[in-house]
């Protein structure tokens, strides 16, 4: 299984561990990095920093050791990416910007093939499903859009909140939606928009980021984390 962390902003490194084969390789980013998907097995990633540009890193060995090389570097955002998604086939990649677009590349360009607008508000945080087909968008209209990610067509809109939704994730199965707001409240959703249940905190002002853990429970940040068991 793959193990995959972002560092602090300070130290603007990227780290990637393999458990399995009980080693772990780093590369080293120009900016503090925004967001990760792996492609080919874990053989690629690609990743996105504060600067708006999309890279992709390869596997390799060196003198016996495994290590990441940068090997391609696209623009074409013009604002932070939220959100990266590979689907299956490897063969194309796509990003989500909090400039309100979706682009497009095939896997071997740098040049992005298609460009969607999303129309939202301030996009914060973005989710792809895990077969890369739909993307969960939240932002500050205190909703969140479900749309095809080749189309852009909206498929469901989650709406609950009452504030701003800092973070959105898929479950590990790709069958629901987990979202937490600056109202304080974790919201799970399913696919068609619907509510299927809420955990809320009087005592927590604004939960900015949620996870899931392989166990299916919920970690959130909020000043600091806690956890709930889904």
Not at 58 to 73: E, F, K, P, R, Y
Not at 87 to 112: C, N, V, Y
Not at 129 to 156: H, N, W, Y
Request: aromatic share 6%.
């Amino acid at each position: 299984m793959d193990i995959i962390s972002l560092s602090d902003a300070r130290t603007k490194k990227f780290t990637c561990g393999y458990l399995a084969a009980g080693t772990e390789t780093t590369w080293d980013c120009p900016v503090p990095l925004t967001c990760v998907a792996i492609a080919q097995a874990g053989r690629k990633l690609i990743v996105s920093g504060n600067d708006h540009i999309r890279r992709m890193c390869g596997l390799s060995i060196v003198n016996g050791q495994s290590a990441w090389t940068l090997t391609q570097t696209a623009s074409g955002h013009t604002d932070v990416i939220v959100g990266l998604a590979v689907p299956d086939d490897d063969r194309q990649l796509f990003g989500l910007s909090k400039d309100r677009t979706i682009k497009r590349w095939l896997a071997a360009s740098s040049i992005p093939r298609r460009t969607l607008e999303v129309p939202s508000g301030i996009v914060y945080r973005a989710d792809f499903s895990p077969d890369g087909k739909l993307l969960a968008i939240a932002g500050s209209d205190r909703e969140i859009q479900i749309r095809d990610v080749v189309t852009g067509e909206l498929k469901a809109t989650c709406e609950g909140h009452t504030a701003a939704v800092k973070s959105v994730l898929f479950s590990k199965q790709g069958d629901a939606l987990v979202s937490g707001s600056l109202d304080g409240s974790i919201r799970f959703w399913d696919l068609i928009g619907k509510q299927t249940q809420t955990i809320a905190d009087p005592t927590v002002k604004g939960i900015k980021t949620v996870s899931i853990q392989s166990d299916g429970s919920v970690v959130f940040a909020a000043g600091r984390a806690r956890a709930w068991n889904a």
